[in-house]
């Protein structure tokens, strides 16, 4: 949010000190609203970085950060998804309830992935972790009833709460060495 908020002070024509109130104003009642109504499904940053067109498009449809370091959105990828090389992290909710995709190659630099953001994948079948991802954080992986095993990558140093949660048909996880907090 900082960052945006920065941009917009660099680009609207106003007084600072008014624009970082006004933005402040915003945000609190934008964020009180949606937490109410329950509209929370993404992270406010990736929605502001969209509106600001500081979004790159890959050829199917999912959508990153200018830098490619971020995914933001893949809720309509189908069958075997390989994410970007250059991706660092998986925001929240990116693949949430996304009932197509079957397969996911994660790359060497990736470090974090979002809460629940392969939640409720109930056709997901695979992830293929490259060792390096040092937190994966709650219910990522929730609901994903299609799997079945999954080996969780070397640097990995917590599991997260419900990180498995209401998968059904899971029979084996890997938990590597360097996981020191279960």
Not at 49 to 63: A, C, F, I, P, S
Not at 147 to 168: H, K, R, W
Request: glycine share 6%.
């Amino acid at each position: 949010w900082t960052q945006m908020k920065n941009k917009l002070i660099e680009m609207l024509p106003y007084d600072e000190v008014f624009l970082n109130l006004f933005l402040e104003d915003m945000e609190y009642a934008f964020m009180g609203y949606a937490y109410e109504k329950g509209a929370f499904d993404r992270d406010i940053n990736s929605d502001v970085e969209e509106m600001l067109g500081q979004v790159w498009t890959d050829n199917r449809g999912e959508k990153y950060s200018d830098d490619k370091k971020r995914l933001i959105n893949a809720s309509e990828i189908t069958g075997t998804y390989i994410v970007n090389p250059e991706t660092e992290y998986i925001d929240s909710y990116v693949f949430q309830q996304n009932c197509k995709i079957e397969r996911v190659i994660l790359p060497k630099k990736l470090k974090k992935i979002g809460s629940q953001a392969f939640h409720s994948c109930s056709f997901l079948k695979n992830i293929l972790f490259q060792d390096g991802v040092s937190e994966i954080c709650e219910y990522a992986f929730g609901g994903c009833t299609s799997l079945i095993e999954i080996d969780l990558p070397n640097g990995l140093q917590q599991i997260s709460d419900g990180l498995f949660s209401v998968c059904l048909n899971l029979l084996y996880v890997h938990i590597p060495k360097s996981v020191t907090k279960l």
